[in-house]
T-cell receptor, first 115, second 112 residues
Framework: ETGVTQSPTHLIKTRGQQVTLRCSSQSGHNTVSWYQQALGQGPQFIFQYYREEENGRGNFPPRFSGLQFPNYSSELNVNALELDDSALYLC??????????????FGPGTRLTVT | KNQVEQSPQSLIILEGKNCTLQCNYTVSPFSNLRWYKQDTGRGPVSLTIMTFSENTKSNGRYTATLDADTKQSSLHITASQLSDSASYICVVSASGTYKYIFGTGTRLKVLA
C-alpha cells in the first residue's frame, strides 16, 4: 500500500452532470498529480498541484478543474460530463514537483462510468 | 513529440517461464525511466527507476535494462508466477518538467 487513498471507489453519473473525486496524499507529500486512464490505455496527465496552486496541466479542457487543500489533499472536479470521461482516475502524490528522481505514489483510483 | 511505445501489446506465458517486455521512447531531454506494474483496476506500483547513467536495475525477479543511446528499455521477468499477471507500464520523464510520459502498457497473463 502506498498510503494514498481515493474516494469514492466507483461512481456512476449521467451525461451532463458534475462529479468530484477526492485524494488524500501520503504523509509528508506536498504535490499531487491527477491522471485519466481509459480502458486499455496508459494514464494521461490531467494536472498537478503544489502547495495549493496548479503547477502544470495536460491537454484537458477547462471543465476539468482541481483544488488542493492546506493538508495537501486534493479534489478533481469534472463538469458537464461526457461519455468519453468514463475512465479510471488516478491520483499520485510526490514529495515535491518536478520529475527528477522524484517517485510518484499512486492511489487505487476511482472508476467513473458516465451513462 | 515525446512518445513512449511498448511491445508487445499483450503476452501470454506459462508459469515458471521467463519473458521480456520492450519500451522505446523519444522523450528529450531524458531524465529517467520507470517501469510500473498495474493490477487490473488498481493504481500503478513502481518496480524500477533508471537514470541516464544506469543501464540495469533489478528488483527481485524483475530486471530492467536501459540503452540511452538507442532509447530503448526492457523489463525481464524471471520464473514467472501467476501473480505477475498485470499490465506493465513504461514511464519516461523529461528533465526540467513536471510531466511523466506513459506508454500504453503490455498486458501480461501467466497461466498455470
Amino acid at each position: 500500500e502506498t498510503g494514498v487513498t481515493q474516494s469514492p471507489t466507483h461512481l456512476i453519473k449521467t451525461r451532463g452532470q458534475q462529479v468530484t473525486l477526492r485524494c488524500s496524499s501520503q504523509s509528508g507529500h506536498n504535490t499531487v498529480s491527477w491522471y485519466q486512464q481509459a480502458l486499455g490505455q496508459g494514464p494521461q496527465f490531467i494536472f498537478q498541484y503544489y502547495r495549493e496552486e496548479e503547477n502544470g496541466r495536460g491537454n484537458f479542457p477547462p471543465r476539468f478543474s482541481g483544488l488542493q487543500f492546506p493538508n495537501y489533499s486534493s479534489e478533481l472536479n469534472v463538469n458537464a460530463l461526457e461519455l468519453d470521461d468514463s475512465a479510471l482516475y488516478l491520483c499520485a502524490s510526490l514529495t515535491r514537483p518536478g520529475t527528477g528522481g522524484n517517485e510518484q505514489y499512486f492511489g487505487p483510483g476511482t472508476r467513473l462510468t458516465v451513462t | 513529440k515525446n512518445q513512449v511505445e511498448q511491445s508487445p501489446q499483450s503476452l501470454i506465458i506459462l508459469e515458471g517461464k521467463n519473458c521480456t517486455l520492450q519500451c522505446n521512447y523519444t522523450v528529450s531531454p531524458f531524465s529517467n525511466l520507470r517501469w510500473y506494474k498495474q493490477d487490473t483496476g488498481r493504481g500503478p506500483v513502481s518496480l524500477t527507476i533508471m537514470t541516464f547513467s544506469e543501464n540495469t536495475k533489478s528488483n527481485g525477479r524483475y530486471t530492467a535494462t536501459l540503452d540511452a543511446d538507442t532509447k530503448q528499455s526492457s523489463l525481464h521477468i524471471t520464473a514467472s508466477q501467476l501473480s505477475d499477471s498485470a499490465s506493465y507500464i513504461c514511464v519516461v520523464s523529461a528533465s526540467g518538467t513536471y510531466k511523466y510520459i506513459f506508454g500504453t502498457g503490455t498486458r501480461l497473463k501467466v497461466l498455470a
